[in-house]
T-cell receptor, first 111, second 111 residues
Framework: KQEVTQIPAALSVPEGENLVLNCSFT??????LQWFRQDPGKGLTSLLL?????REQTSGRLNASLDKSSGRSTLYIAASQPGDSATYLC??????????FGIGTKLQVIP | DAGVIQSPRHEVTEMGQEVTLRCKPI?????LFWYRQTMMRGLELLIY????????DSGMPEDRFSAKMPNASFSTLKIQPSEPRDSAVYFC?????????FGPGTRLTVL
């Protein structure tokens, strides 16, 4: 059974700070790694998807990296804003498009 | 495109009743997933279909749960009989290849 672990479970930072969210996975045959954002009471929104052949993806203030050999991914958020407050989930896709999620990191950016 | 559509958005029922959750995937997506999200366990994959065929139902908690996909544009997740521990948010997601798109979820409360 594949497992995805996210650390920390919760994080509170002042506005403007750069931060890193961590994700580790056990699947050695990962197909891709994806980061999602979930706002309270809402569904999931895809932020970045990294294919297994890639090392990183960037979108605006977000940068996600993937290191298959160590089974780790990080999501870097630059110059955090209160609107970034949400739960961030990491998910790895293995064979047959099976997606396994971490439990998430709840981020609070304080104005 | 309206995205993945789920109904109902909220369901409150009494223990022992049958519950049916519905999902309309995005047109053209050949994979469909049912997830359950709770505070304790996070997002859990229940079952997924590829081209309307169930590929992996190992996440279905027990025989009380069943899922069908009679055609490419409709799927149901049924719980019979429902129990209080089934209370959770149930998400449906569809995917063309490796990037799942999530519906808004159905919040189920079993009293």
């Amino acid at each position: 059974k594949q497992e995805v672990t996210q650390i920390p479970a919760a994080l509170s930072v002042p506005e403007g700070e750069n931060l890193v969210l961590n994700c580790s996975f056990t699947d050695s045959a990962i197909y891709n790694l994806q980061w999602f954002r979930q706002d309270p009471g809402k569904g999931l929104t895809s932020l970045l998807l990294i294919q297994s052949s890639q090392r990183e993806q960037t979108s605006g203030r977000l940068n996600a990296s993937l290191d298959k050999s160590s089974g780790r991914s990080t999501l870097y958020i630059a110059a955090s804003q209160p609107g970034d407050s949400a739960t961030y989930l990491c998910a790895e896709t293995g064979g047959y498009q099976k997606v396994t999620f971490g439990i998430g990191t709840k981020l609070q950016v304080i104005p | 495109d309206a995205g993945v559509i789920q109904s109902p958005r909220h369901e409150v029922t009494e223990m022992g009743q049958e519950v049916t959750l519905r999902c309309k995937p995005i047109s053209g997506h050949n994979s469909l997933f049912w997830y359950r999200q709770t505070m304790m366990r996070g997002l859990e994959l229940l079952i997924y279909f590829n081209n309307n065929v169930p590929i992996d139902d190992s996440g279905m908690p027990e025989d009380r749960f069943s899922a069908k996909m009679p055609n490419a544009s409709f799927s149901t997740l049924k719980i019979q009989p429902s129990e209080p521990r089934d209370s959770a948010v149930y998400f449906c997601a569809s995917s063309p290849t490796d990037d799942p798109f999530f519906g808004p979820g159905t919040r189920l409360t079993v009293l």
